[in-house]
C-alpha cells in the first residue's frame, strides 16, 4: 500500500510535467485557443499553426503520435490523456494570468483623483477620466481576487454561457404568450412552446456539463449526473419518505450533482491504474454521484430552491417599494464588489421555477439612474467637450443596459455622479417593488439584458401592457431621479471649475503663450510645450499633470 500511495502521489507531477513540456512546443499559452480532449487525444485550438513543433512533440516519450485536423490532436492515450488535460488547462491559465498578477503598481484611486483634482486642464479631459476609471477597475480587480470572490466567479462562468440560450427562449415564450393572448396563429402556438420549453426542460443537463468543464472535470461526466435529475423514471424512487419528481432541485441540484462528480472523477484518477481507468472512473462517477442525487441533492437542493422562490415572492409582496429600493440602489456598489455573480443561480432558479425571475426588472433600474447622471453631467459641463464627446458615444449603449463605459468613463472617475446614480437607480427599484406589492410582479425570463432590451423579455402575473407600462415607468423614474440628483448634488463648486473647461484648447496652454509672445517681437516661449519643461507655459500657478500608470485592461 505504501508502494501505491507513493507512485499515487507522483503521478500529478509526471502530467504536469507532460503538459510543460507539450505547452512550449505548440507556441505558448498565448498561442492556445482552446482545450478539449477525448478518449485518447488533448485537442487543441491553435491561434498560429505555424508555431507547432511537430518533431519534437512526437519525441516527447508521452506523446504516442499527433493528428492534424479542425483542432490539433496530440496522442496521449487513454487514462493519461484525463489527467494530463487537466495540468494544461491550468498552466495555460497561470500564463495568461501572469502578466495581470504583477502589473506596475498603480496609485490608489483616491490618490489618482486628488492629484488630478490639482493637475492642469489635462485632468479634466475624457482621456484622463477613462484612465482613472481604468485604475479603479484594475485596483477592483485586484480587490476582488479573494478566495470567495473568485468562487464567485466560477459559478458566474458555469451559468454566464447558457444567456445566449435563456434569452432567446425567453423572447419566443413571451411571443408565445402574445399570440395565445390574441388567440392569433392557433397552429404555431404549439411550435413555439416546444422551442420556447425544451432548452429549459433540459437546463440542468447543460449546468452539470459547465460545472465539470470549469472546476476540471470531464464535462460530459457532469452532463450524465445532471441528466439524472430531470430523468421521467425519478418519479418511481422514494427518498425521505417521499417520491421524487423530475426536476427536484432544478439547476442548483444539477450545479452540486456536477461538482460531486468532478471530485469522485479526480479521486478515481489518482487511484485507478491508468490502464482500468476508461473503464473504472466514469463507471464510479455516474454510480456513486448519481446516488447521492437520488438520496441526498435532489431533496436538499428542492427545499432551497422552494425557499428561494418562496422568499424572492415574501420579500417583493410584503417588502415592496423598499426592497425595491435597496435593491436598485446596492446594485451599481455589488457590480463594483463583484457580489453581482452570486445573483445569476438565484435568477436561473426564478426563472426555472415561476418561468420569470421577479429581481431582474428592479436590478435593471441601477441602468437607468446611470443613464440620468450621464445626461446631468452632460449639461453641467457645457465646455468640456471632450467628457461630452465620451457621453454622447456611451449613451445610446447605456439605454440598452450597457453601462460599463458610462461607468467607468464618467461616473465612478468623478465619484458624485456614481453615488447620485445609485439614488436614481434606488428610487427606480422602489417605483417597480411597490407595483410588486401592490400585486403586478414584474419579471423578466431571461438573464442579462437589461434597459430597452428587457422589453421583450417582461412577463408576470398580468398583462403584458400592464407589465410594459410598470417596467416603463421605474425606467423613467430611475432616469429623472438620476438626473436631478446628479445635477444639483453630483458637483462640488471646485469640481465645476476644474472640470467645465474648453480640453480642446486648455489642453496645450503653450498654444496661446507662444502666440502672444510671437505677436509682441519676442521669441515663442516654450516652457509650456511637452519635453521642454514640467510646468504649463500658460500661468504658472498649475502643478505639473501626473504621469498615469499604464491602466490595465480587464
Not at 120 to 129: G, V
Not at 179 to 187: D, E, F, K, M, Q
Not at 347 to 352: F, G, K
Not at 446 to 470: C, D, Q, R, T, Y
Amino acid at each position: 500500500m505504501a508502494t501505491t500511495g507513493s507512485a499515487a502521489d507522483k503521478t500529478p507531477d509526471k502530467n504536469r510535467a507532460t503538459a510543460e513540456a507539450i505547452l512550449p512546443l505548440v507556441g505558448g499559452a498565448g498561442n492556445v485557443a482552446s482545450v478539449a480532449h477525448c478518449m485518447t487525444r488533448l485537442r487543441l485550438g491553435l491561434h498560429d499553426r505555424s508555431l507547432v513543433r511537430d518533431e519534437a512533440l512526437r519525441a516527447l516519450p508521452a506523446v504516442l503520435g499527433v493528428v492534424e485536423d479542425e483542432t490539433y490532436q496530440i496522442v496521449l492515450g487513454p487514462g493519461t490523456v484525463a489527467r494530463v488535460t487537466p495540468e494544461f488547462e491550468r498552466l495555460v491559465a497561470e500564463a495568461e494570468a501572469a502578466p495581470a498578477a504583477s502589473p506596475p503598481a498603480p496609485s490608489s484611486p483616491s490618490a489618482s483623483a486628488s492629484a488630478s483634482s490639482t493637475s492642469s486642464p489635462d485632468s479634466a479631459t475624457a482621456d484622463a477620466l477613462a484612465a482613472r476609471g481604468e485604475e479603479i477597475r484594475a485596483a477592483r480587480k485586484a480587490h476582488n481576487a479573494t478566495p470567495f470572490k473568485l468562487f464567485l466567479r466560477r459559478i458566474a462562468n458555469i451559468f454566464v454561457p447558457l444567456i445566449p440560450a435563456l434569452i432567446g427562449c425567453g423572447i419566443l415564450a413571451g411571443l408565445n404568450g402574445l399570440l395565445t393572448n390574441l388567440h392569433w396563429l392557433p397552429a404555431v402556438v404549439p411550435a413555439l412552446a416546444a422551442m420556447a420549453s425544451g432548452f429549459m426542460s433540459l437546463i440542468a443537463v447543460f449546468v452539470g456539463y459547465n460545472t465539470a468543464k470549469e472546476f476540471g472535470g470531464t464535462p460530459i461526466l457532469g452532463g450524465a449526473v445532471a441528466a439524472i435529475i430531470v430523468f421521467p423514471g425519478v418519479a418511481n424512487i422514494d427518498a425521505f419518505g417521499q417520491k421524487l419528481a423530475p426536476g427536484q432541485g432544478g439547476v442548483l441540484g444539477a450545479l452540486g450533482a456536477a461538482a460531486l462528480a468532478v471530485y469522485v472523477e479526480k479521486w478515481c484518477r489518482r487511484r485507478v491504474p491508468e490502464a482500468l481507468d476508461v473503464l473504472v472512473t466514469p463507471t464510479l462517477t455516474v454510480l456513486v454521484s448519481g446516488l447521492v442525487t437520488l438520496f441526498g441533492l435532489m431533496y436538499v437542493a428542492g427545499e432551497i430552491s422552494t425557499a428561494i422562490g418562496t422568499f424572492a415572492d415574501w420579500l417583493l409582496s410584503h417588502g415592496g417599494s423598499g426592497a425595491g429600493f435597496v435593491l436598485g440602489g446596492l446594485f451599481l456598489p455589488l457590480v463594483m464588489l463583484g457580489l453581482h455573480q452570486a445573483l445569476i443561480p438565484i435568477h436561473t432558479t426564478l426563472i426555472e421555477q415561476q418561468g420569470y425571475t421577479v429581481l431582474l426588472p428592479i436590478l435593471a433600474m441601477a441602468g437607468a439612474g446611470q443613464v440620468g447622471a450621464a445626461a446631468a453631467v452632460y449639461l453641467r459641463l457645457p465646455r468640456n467637450t471632450s467628457i461630452r464627446r465620451t457621453i454622447r458615444s456611451a449613451l445610446p449603449a447605456g439605454f440598452l443596459g450597457v453601462g460599463e463605459p458610462l461607468i467607468y468613463g464618467v461616473s465612478l472617475p468623478l465619484g458624485r455622479p456614481f453615488i447620485t446614480a445609485c439614488v436614481g437607480g434606488a428610487f427606480g427599484g422602489g417605483f417597480v417593488g411597490l407595483f410588486n406589492q401592490l400585486g403586478a410582479a414584474v419579471g423578466s425570463t431571461a438573464i442579462g439584458p437589461s434597459g430597452w432590451a428587457l422589453f421583450p423579455l417582461l412577463a408576470g402575473n398580468k398583462g403584458l401592457g400592464e407589465m410594459i407600462a410598470v417596467y416603463a415607468g421605474g425606467l423613467l423614474v430611475g432616469y429623472a431621479v438620476g438626473f436631478v440628483a446628479t445635477y444639483y448634488f453630483g458637483f462640488t463648486k471646485p469640481m465645476l471649475r476644474e472640470l467645465n473647461v474648453d480640453t480642446e484648447t486648455a489642453a496645450t496652454p503653450a498654444t496661446a503663450a507662444t502666440a502672444a509672445s510671437t505677436a509682441a517681437g519676442g521669441a515663442p516661449d516654450t516652457s509650456g510645450t511637452p519635453g521642454a519643461s514640467g510646468t504649463p507655459g500658460a500661468s504658472g500657478t498649475q502643478p505639473p499633470p501626473e504621469p498615469a500608470a499604464e491602466p490595465a485592461r480587464a
